[in-house]
């Protein structure tokens, strides 16, 4: 059974860094893309980052130059490293692969 559990949200003001991790249980971590999606309160939910297994990454118009997505296949591990945090950088946000999702971290950006 695979399992997607998201770390590392939290509450950071505006122009701060989080780094939120997705470790993956199971094999399909390293036969798969990662991607990272985000839901901000009223609504739909909206892709971020995808990083391919060759490492081949593609950002959200809204968020490239200020995020970097990576892997560590070794540890299971994807990241998404968040720079130049804005409030509206505030949602939730999962990590994804196939039919599969995490449970989500919160990210607040306030002052």
């Known amino acids: 059974q695979v399992q997607l559990v998201e770390s590392g949200g939290g509450l950071v003001q505006p122009g701060g860094s989080l780094r939120l991790s997705c470790a993956a249980s199971?094999?399909?971590?390293?036969?798969?893309?990662m991607d990272w999606y985000r839901q901000a309160p009223g609504k739909q939910r909206e892709f971020v980052a995808r990083i391919t297994l060759g490492g081949n990454t593609g950002y959200a118009d809204s968020v490239k130059g200020r995020f970097t997505i990576s892997r560590d296949n070794a540890k299971n591990t994807a990241y998404l490293q968040m720079n130049n945090l804005k409030p509206e950088d505030t949602a939730v946000y999962y990590c994804?692969?196939?039919?599969?999702w995490g449970q989500g971290t919160q990210v607040t950006v306030s002052s």
């Open positions: 199971g094999s399909i971590f390293s036969t798969s893309y």
């Open positions: 994804h692969t196939y039919m599969y």
